[in-house]
Protein backbone atom coordinates (compact mmCIF):
# COMPACT_ATOMS: atom_id res chain seq x y z
CA UNK A 1 0.00 0.00 0.00
CA UNK A 2 1.08 3.90 -0.71
CA UNK A 3 2.52 5.68 1.91
CA UNK A 4 2.73 8.85 0.37
CA UNK A 5 -0.38 11.11 0.06
CA UNK A 6 -1.33 8.58 -2.49
CA UNK A 7 -2.35 6.04 0.30
CA UNK A 8 -5.80 5.99 -0.02
CA UNK A 9 -5.83 6.42 -4.21
CA UNK A 10 -8.20 4.02 -5.78
CA UNK A 11 -6.82 2.63 -9.55
CA UNK A 12 -10.22 1.97 -10.79
CA UNK A 13 -9.14 2.03 -14.08
CA UNK A 14 -6.86 -1.05 -13.40
CA UNK A 15 -9.76 -2.89 -12.88
CA UNK A 16 -12.35 -2.77 -15.42
CA UNK A 17 -13.03 -6.91 -16.28
CA UNK A 18 -10.69 -8.15 -14.29
CA UNK A 19 -10.86 -10.52 -10.74
CA UNK A 20 -11.15 -8.57 -7.51
CA UNK A 21 -8.05 -9.67 -6.55
CA UNK A 22 -6.62 -6.40 -8.68
CA UNK A 23 -8.18 -4.29 -5.97
CA UNK A 24 -6.23 -2.69 -3.31
CA UNK A 25 -6.51 -1.75 0.07
CA UNK A 26 -6.67 1.76 0.51
CA UNK A 27 -5.84 2.52 3.89
CA UNK A 28 -1.92 3.71 4.57
CA UNK A 29 1.15 1.27 5.86
CA UNK A 30 0.99 1.34 9.17
CA UNK A 31 -2.07 2.07 10.41
CA UNK A 32 -3.49 1.13 13.78
CA UNK A 33 -6.35 -0.46 15.29
CA UNK A 34 -9.19 1.37 16.41
CA UNK A 35 -11.36 0.24 19.31
CA UNK A 36 -14.51 2.05 17.52
CA UNK A 37 -13.80 0.72 14.18
CA UNK A 38 -16.94 -2.06 13.82
CA UNK A 39 -16.88 -5.68 12.09
CA UNK A 40 -19.52 -3.90 10.21
CA UNK A 41 -20.74 -0.49 9.53
CA UNK A 42 -24.56 0.74 8.60
CA UNK A 43 -24.23 2.72 5.11
CA UNK A 44 -27.75 4.21 4.56
CA UNK A 45 -28.48 4.94 1.17
CA UNK A 46 -30.64 8.02 -0.12
CA UNK A 47 -32.51 7.83 -3.22
CA UNK A 48 -33.30 11.61 -4.38
CA UNK A 49 -32.52 10.64 -8.05
CA UNK A 50 -35.96 11.25 -9.06
CA UNK A 51 -35.99 8.15 -11.44
CA UNK A 52 -38.67 5.54 -10.99
CA UNK A 53 -36.91 2.50 -11.78
CA UNK A 54 -36.19 -0.30 -9.56
CA UNK A 55 -32.52 0.17 -7.88
CA UNK A 56 -30.46 -2.44 -7.71
CA UNK A 57 -27.08 -2.31 -4.63
CA UNK A 58 -24.26 -4.56 -4.58
CA UNK A 59 -21.33 -4.77 -2.07
CA UNK A 60 -18.54 -6.34 -3.61
CA UNK A 61 -14.98 -7.41 -2.23
CA UNK A 62 -12.13 -8.73 -0.59
CA UNK A 63 -12.68 -9.57 2.90
CA UNK A 64 -9.86 -8.04 4.93
CA UNK A 65 -11.05 -10.20 8.18
CA UNK A 66 -9.81 -13.12 7.06
CA UNK A 67 -5.93 -14.04 6.17
CA UNK A 68 -6.82 -15.50 2.98
CA UNK A 69 -8.43 -12.51 1.84
CA UNK A 70 -11.44 -14.44 0.08
CA UNK A 71 -13.26 -12.68 -2.71
CA UNK A 72 -17.18 -12.35 -2.53
CA UNK A 73 -20.02 -10.30 -1.64
CA UNK A 74 -22.31 -9.43 1.18
CA UNK A 75 -25.71 -9.26 1.33
CA UNK A 76 -28.12 -6.56 3.29
CA UNK A 77 -27.06 -7.48 6.36
CA UNK A 78 -23.42 -8.00 5.96
CA UNK A 79 -23.03 -11.29 5.94
CA UNK A 80 -20.03 -12.61 3.80
CA UNK A 81 -20.36 -15.03 0.98
CA UNK A 82 -17.67 -16.07 -1.05
CA UNK A 83 -17.63 -16.35 -4.71
CA UNK A 84 -17.72 -20.22 -6.43
CA UNK A 85 -15.16 -21.03 -8.84
CA UNK A 86 -14.86 -19.80 -12.29
CA UNK A 87 -14.68 -20.89 -15.91
CA UNK A 88 -13.69 -20.62 -18.72
CA UNK A 89 -14.93 -18.91 -20.37
CA UNK A 90 -16.42 -17.03 -17.43
CA UNK A 91 -19.81 -18.34 -16.24
CA UNK A 92 -22.59 -16.42 -14.41
CA UNK A 93 -21.75 -15.20 -10.90
CA UNK A 94 -24.31 -15.73 -7.86
CA UNK A 95 -26.86 -12.77 -7.93
CA UNK A 96 -25.41 -10.63 -5.28
CA UNK A 97 -28.15 -7.73 -5.96
CA UNK A 98 -30.40 -6.07 -3.09
CA UNK A 99 -33.24 -4.13 -3.25
CA UNK A 100 -32.41 -0.80 -3.20
CA UNK A 101 -34.79 2.08 -1.95
CA UNK A 102 -37.40 3.87 -4.72
CA UNK A 103 -37.03 7.49 -5.15
CA UNK A 104 -37.66 9.58 -1.98
CA UNK A 105 -36.65 6.67 0.29
CA UNK A 106 -33.26 5.45 2.44
CA UNK A 107 -31.61 1.87 3.48
CA UNK A 108 -29.76 0.98 5.61
CA UNK A 109 -27.25 -2.06 4.65
CA UNK A 110 -24.48 -2.83 6.79
CA UNK A 111 -20.89 -2.99 5.18
CA UNK A 112 -18.07 -5.48 6.54
CA UNK A 113 -14.45 -5.07 6.40
CA UNK A 114 -14.17 -5.50 2.84
CA UNK A 115 -11.96 -3.58 0.14
CA UNK A 116 -14.05 -3.38 -2.47
CA UNK A 117 -16.86 -1.41 -4.44
CA UNK A 118 -20.71 -0.77 -3.94
CA UNK A 119 -22.08 -0.51 -7.40
CA UNK A 120 -26.08 0.67 -8.05
CA UNK A 121 -27.66 0.39 -10.65
CA UNK A 122 -31.57 1.99 -12.31
CA UNK A 123 -33.79 -0.65 -14.02
CA UNK A 124 -31.63 -3.82 -14.35
CA UNK A 125 -29.14 -5.65 -12.72
CA UNK A 126 -25.73 -5.94 -13.49
CA UNK A 127 -24.41 -8.66 -14.85
CA UNK A 128 -21.36 -10.41 -13.48
CA UNK A 129 -19.39 -13.09 -14.31
CA UNK A 130 -16.62 -15.86 -12.56
CA UNK A 131 -13.91 -16.63 -14.78
CA UNK A 132 -10.63 -18.77 -13.25
CA UNK A 133 -9.13 -16.04 -12.08
CA UNK A 134 -11.77 -13.93 -10.18
CA UNK A 135 -14.86 -12.09 -11.01
CA UNK A 136 -15.57 -10.22 -14.40
CA UNK A 137 -16.70 -6.62 -13.57
CA UNK A 138 -18.46 -4.40 -16.43
CA UNK A 139 -16.37 -2.78 -18.97
CA UNK A 140 -18.47 -0.89 -20.97
CA UNK A 141 -15.56 0.82 -22.80
CA UNK A 142 -16.30 -2.89 -24.52
CA UNK A 143 -19.72 -2.35 -26.80
CA UNK A 144 -20.13 -5.95 -26.41
CA UNK A 145 -20.35 -5.75 -22.63
CA UNK A 146 -23.52 -6.90 -21.31
CA UNK A 147 -23.86 -4.05 -18.94
CA UNK A 148 -23.26 -1.28 -22.13
CA UNK A 149 -26.98 -0.33 -21.74
CA UNK A 150 -27.23 -0.36 -18.37
CA UNK A 151 -27.46 2.49 -15.81
CA UNK A 152 -25.02 2.28 -13.63
CA UNK A 153 -22.23 3.45 -10.89
CA UNK A 154 -20.22 2.79 -8.27
CA UNK A 155 -18.17 3.82 -5.29
CA UNK A 156 -14.86 2.04 -4.10
CA UNK A 157 -13.98 1.87 -0.05
CA UNK A 158 -11.93 0.04 2.72
CA UNK A 159 -13.17 -0.50 5.92
CA UNK A 160 -10.40 -1.87 8.04
CA UNK A 161 -8.42 -1.15 11.34
CA UNK A 162 -7.24 2.19 9.96
CA UNK A 163 -11.13 3.26 10.36
CA UNK A 164 -13.70 3.74 6.96
CA UNK A 165 -12.14 5.39 3.55
CA UNK A 166 -14.57 5.90 1.08
CA UNK A 167 -15.22 7.84 -2.64
CA UNK A 168 -17.17 9.42 -4.97
CA UNK A 169 -15.11 8.29 -8.56
CA UNK A 170 -14.63 8.86 -11.75
CA UNK A 171 -11.51 7.86 -12.77
CA UNK A 172 -13.54 5.15 -15.36
CA UNK A 173 -16.34 7.14 -16.11
CA UNK A 174 -19.11 10.23 -15.41
CA UNK A 175 -22.38 8.54 -14.47
CA UNK A 176 -25.27 8.54 -12.45
CA UNK A 177 -24.22 11.42 -9.83
CA UNK A 178 -23.97 10.28 -6.13
CA UNK A 179 -22.19 11.61 -2.90
CA UNK A 180 -20.58 9.46 0.27
CA UNK A 181 -20.16 10.71 3.29
CA UNK A 182 -19.00 9.29 7.04
CA UNK A 183 -20.16 9.92 10.44
CA UNK A 184 -17.62 9.50 12.90
CA UNK A 185 -18.31 8.61 16.96
CA UNK A 186 -18.14 12.00 17.75
CA UNK A 187 -20.71 13.18 15.25
CA UNK A 188 -19.31 15.07 13.41
CA UNK A 189 -20.06 14.05 9.62
CA UNK A 190 -18.13 14.32 6.41
CA UNK A 191 -19.22 14.17 2.63
CA UNK A 192 -18.27 14.44 -0.62
CA UNK A 193 -19.10 14.13 -4.23
CA UNK A 194 -22.31 16.50 -4.41
CA UNK A 195 -22.69 18.31 -7.81
CA UNK A 196 -23.17 21.74 -8.36
CA UNK A 197 -27.02 22.96 -8.89
CA UNK A 198 -27.55 21.98 -12.68
CA UNK A 199 -23.91 19.94 -12.70
CA UNK A 200 -25.32 16.66 -13.92
CA UNK A 201 -26.41 18.75 -17.31
CA UNK A 202 -23.80 20.94 -16.86
CA UNK A 203 -21.13 18.17 -17.36
CA UNK A 204 -22.49 16.90 -20.50
CA UNK A 205 -23.07 19.98 -22.32
CA UNK A 206 -19.63 21.12 -21.56
CA UNK A 207 -18.09 17.91 -22.45
CA UNK A 208 -20.15 17.99 -25.94
CA UNK A 209 -19.20 21.55 -26.72
CA UNK A 210 -15.21 20.91 -26.44
CA UNK A 211 -13.57 20.03 -29.60
CA UNK A 212 -11.31 17.24 -30.47
CA UNK A 213 -13.18 14.91 -29.74
CA UNK A 214 -14.33 15.11 -26.10
CA UNK A 215 -18.19 14.78 -26.91
CA UNK A 216 -17.46 11.35 -28.34
CA UNK A 217 -16.65 9.90 -24.91
CA UNK A 218 -20.79 10.29 -24.15
CA UNK A 219 -22.26 6.99 -24.14
CA UNK A 220 -26.10 6.92 -24.50
CA UNK A 221 -28.96 4.36 -24.95
CA UNK A 222 -31.14 4.10 -27.94
CA UNK A 223 -34.26 6.04 -26.06
CA UNK A 224 -31.60 8.48 -26.08
CA UNK A 225 -30.98 8.24 -22.39
CA UNK A 226 -27.29 9.50 -21.58
CA UNK A 227 -25.56 6.63 -19.69
CA UNK A 228 -22.08 7.81 -18.87
CA UNK A 229 -18.85 9.42 -20.86
CA UNK A 230 -15.89 7.28 -20.46
CA UNK A 231 -12.73 8.34 -19.09
CA UNK A 232 -10.43 9.44 -21.78
CA UNK A 233 -8.08 6.55 -21.13
CA UNK A 234 -10.92 4.74 -22.01
CA UNK A 235 -11.65 7.18 -24.85
CA UNK A 236 -8.10 6.21 -26.61
CA UNK A 237 -9.36 2.66 -25.95
CA UNK A 238 -12.50 3.15 -28.12
CA UNK A 239 -10.98 5.45 -30.69
CA UNK A 240 -13.30 8.25 -29.37
CA UNK A 241 -9.99 10.37 -28.82
CA UNK A 242 -7.14 10.74 -31.24
CA UNK A 243 -3.76 8.77 -29.88
CA UNK A 244 -2.33 12.27 -30.46
CA UNK A 245 -4.37 14.42 -27.93
CA UNK A 246 -2.15 15.00 -25.89
CA UNK A 247 1.62 15.37 -28.12
CA UNK A 248 1.42 18.72 -28.31
CA UNK A 249 2.04 19.58 -24.54
CA UNK A 250 4.26 17.10 -24.21
CA UNK A 251 6.25 18.39 -26.69
CA UNK A 252 6.70 21.57 -25.26
CA UNK A 253 7.18 19.79 -21.71
CA UNK A 254 10.47 17.87 -23.29
CA UNK A 255 11.72 20.95 -25.15
CA UNK A 256 11.42 23.04 -22.21
CA UNK A 257 13.41 20.75 -19.95
CA UNK A 258 15.90 20.34 -22.23
CA UNK A 259 17.45 23.40 -21.00
CA UNK A 260 15.78 23.70 -17.90
CA UNK A 261 15.30 21.82 -14.56
CA UNK A 262 12.27 20.17 -13.53
CA UNK A 263 12.15 19.98 -9.42
CA UNK A 264 9.87 17.31 -7.91
CA UNK A 265 9.22 17.56 -4.22
CA UNK A 266 6.83 14.12 -4.14
CA UNK A 267 6.28 13.87 -0.19
CA UNK A 268 4.62 17.30 1.12
CA UNK A 269 5.95 16.25 4.45
CA UNK A 270 9.33 16.10 3.41
CA UNK A 271 10.34 19.26 1.72
CA UNK A 272 14.16 18.45 1.59
CA UNK A 273 13.50 15.43 -0.71
CA UNK A 274 13.34 16.68 -4.05
CA UNK A 275 14.03 14.92 -7.68
CA UNK A 276 15.69 17.10 -10.60
CA UNK A 277 14.60 16.16 -13.93
CA UNK A 278 16.50 16.71 -16.98
CA UNK A 279 15.33 15.80 -20.96
CA UNK A 280 18.11 13.91 -22.91
CA UNK A 281 16.46 12.97 -26.46
CA UNK A 282 13.34 11.13 -25.76
CA UNK A 283 14.32 10.76 -21.73
CA UNK A 284 14.01 12.52 -18.84
CA UNK A 285 16.36 11.60 -16.27
CA UNK A 286 16.01 12.37 -12.24
CA UNK A 287 18.77 12.84 -9.98
CA UNK A 288 18.39 13.04 -6.05
CA UNK A 289 19.71 16.11 -3.81
CA UNK A 290 22.97 14.17 -3.62
CA UNK A 291 23.48 14.29 -7.67
CA UNK A 292 23.22 10.51 -8.08
CA UNK A 293 20.39 8.92 -10.40
CA UNK A 294 17.12 8.11 -9.35
CA UNK A 295 14.93 7.08 -12.50
CA UNK A 296 14.06 8.01 -15.80
CA UNK A 297 10.94 7.94 -17.96
CA UNK A 298 10.56 8.16 -21.67
CA UNK A 299 8.26 10.32 -23.42
CA UNK A 300 4.68 9.46 -22.34
CA UNK A 301 2.07 8.98 -24.69
CA UNK A 302 -1.45 10.26 -24.17
CA UNK A 303 -2.67 6.44 -22.89
CA UNK A 304 0.49 6.73 -20.41
CA UNK A 305 -0.92 10.05 -19.00
CA UNK A 306 -4.52 9.65 -19.00
CA UNK A 307 -4.06 6.04 -16.95
CA UNK A 308 -1.01 7.12 -15.05
CA UNK A 309 0.11 3.57 -16.24
CA UNK A 310 2.70 2.17 -19.32
CA UNK A 311 5.32 5.02 -19.42
CA UNK A 312 4.32 6.62 -16.26
CA UNK A 313 4.10 3.67 -14.14
CA UNK A 314 3.86 3.95 -10.70
CA UNK A 315 5.43 1.37 -8.47
CA UNK A 316 5.10 1.31 -4.45
CA UNK A 317 8.23 2.99 -3.61
CA UNK A 318 9.53 6.23 -2.71
CA UNK A 319 11.55 7.37 -5.56
CA UNK A 320 10.18 6.28 -9.34
CA UNK A 321 6.63 5.96 -8.16
CA UNK A 322 6.48 8.99 -6.15
CA UNK A 323 7.94 10.92 -8.96
CA UNK A 324 5.76 9.53 -11.68
CA UNK A 325 2.43 10.54 -9.48
CA UNK A 326 3.79 14.06 -9.86
CA UNK A 327 4.37 13.94 -12.94
CA UNK A 328 0.93 12.04 -14.29
CA UNK A 329 -0.67 14.95 -12.47
CA UNK A 330 0.93 18.12 -13.79
CA UNK A 331 0.50 15.98 -17.25
CA UNK A 332 -3.36 16.12 -16.62
CA UNK A 333 -3.45 19.27 -15.16
CA UNK A 334 -0.98 21.05 -17.81
CA UNK A 335 0.89 22.82 -15.03
CA UNK A 336 4.31 21.29 -16.20
CA UNK A 337 5.23 24.42 -18.30
CA UNK A 338 3.85 26.85 -15.59
CA UNK A 339 5.47 25.65 -13.05
CA UNK A 340 8.77 24.12 -12.75
CA UNK A 341 8.33 23.10 -9.19
CA UNK A 342 5.76 20.36 -8.58
CA UNK A 343 3.50 18.79 -7.45
CA UNK A 344 1.63 22.30 -8.51
CA UNK A 345 -1.38 22.33 -5.32
CA UNK A 346 -3.21 25.52 -6.39
CA UNK A 347 -6.43 25.02 -8.24
CA UNK A 348 -6.06 27.84 -9.99
CA UNK A 349 -3.00 26.64 -12.16
CA UNK A 350 -5.33 24.01 -13.42
CA UNK A 351 -6.21 23.09 -16.91
CA UNK A 352 -5.16 26.16 -18.15
CA UNK A 353 -3.50 25.15 -21.19
CA UNK A 354 -5.42 24.07 -24.47
CA UNK A 355 -3.95 21.00 -24.53
CA UNK A 356 -5.06 19.28 -21.15
CA UNK A 357 -7.12 16.68 -19.26
CA UNK A 358 -10.60 18.59 -20.54
CA UNK A 359 -13.07 15.88 -18.22
CA UNK A 360 -11.21 16.13 -15.38
CA UNK A 361 -11.56 19.97 -16.13
CA UNK A 362 -15.26 19.53 -16.65
CA UNK A 363 -15.86 17.01 -14.05
CA UNK A 364 -13.95 19.52 -11.35
CA UNK A 365 -16.29 22.49 -12.37
CA UNK A 366 -19.40 21.29 -11.76
CA UNK A 367 -18.13 19.40 -8.01
CA UNK A 368 -20.01 21.30 -4.97
CA UNK A 369 -16.75 21.32 -3.12
CA UNK A 370 -14.36 20.97 -6.24
CA UNK A 371 -13.13 17.40 -5.20
CA UNK A 372 -13.43 14.64 -7.73
CA UNK A 373 -11.21 11.34 -8.95
CA UNK A 374 -10.95 12.67 -12.46
CA UNK A 375 -7.43 11.09 -12.97
CA UNK A 376 -5.85 7.89 -10.75
CA UNK A 377 -3.50 10.12 -8.97
CA UNK A 378 -6.25 13.21 -8.40
CA UNK A 379 -5.47 13.65 -4.93
CA UNK A 380 -1.86 14.63 -5.41
CA UNK A 381 -2.55 18.50 -3.72
CA UNK A 382 -5.20 16.73 -1.67
CA UNK A 383 -8.08 17.42 -4.77
CA UNK A 384 -9.47 14.51 -4.66
CA UNK A 385 -13.35 13.56 -3.97
CA UNK A 386 -12.89 11.18 -0.99
CA UNK A 387 -13.72 10.78 2.97
CA UNK A 388 -12.40 9.12 5.70
CA UNK A 389 -12.20 8.55 9.40
CA UNK A 390 -10.45 6.81 12.07
CA UNK A 391 -13.77 6.04 14.16
CA UNK A 392 -16.40 5.75 12.01
CA UNK A 393 -20.04 5.11 13.37
CA UNK A 394 -22.14 5.51 9.90
CA UNK A 395 -21.45 5.58 6.05
CA UNK A 396 -23.59 7.21 3.42
CA UNK A 397 -24.55 7.18 0.33
CA UNK A 398 -26.76 9.37 -1.62
CA UNK A 399 -27.80 9.06 -5.13
CA UNK A 400 -28.37 12.79 -6.29
CA UNK A 401 -30.89 14.49 -9.14
CA UNK A 402 -29.90 13.64 -12.87
CA UNK A 403 -29.94 17.70 -13.55
Not at 9 to 37: C, E, F, K, S
Not at 115 to 129: A, D, E, P, T, W
Request: hydrophobic share 35%; aromatic share 10%; glycine share 10%.
Amino acid sequence: MKTSATARRITAAATAALALTAWPVLTPQGATAHAAVPSTLSLTIKNTSGRSEPLYIYDLGTLLTNASRPQGWADANGTFHQWPAGANPPAPAPDASIAGPANGQSMTIKIPRFSGRIYFSFGQKLVFKLATGGLVQPAVQNPSDPNRNILFNWSEYTLDDGGLYINSTQVDMFSAPYAVGVKNTAGTVKNTGHLKTGGYNGFFNALKGQPGGWGNLIQTRSDGTILRALSPAHGLETGALPASTMDDYVNRVWQKYSTSTLTVTPFENEPGNKFYGRVSGNTMNFTNSSGAFATSFQKPDADSIFGCHKLLDAPNDRVRGAISRTLCAGFNRSTLLTNSNQPDTSAADFYKDVVTNHYSRKIHAQMADGKAYGFAFDDVGHFESLVSDANPEQAYMTLDPFN
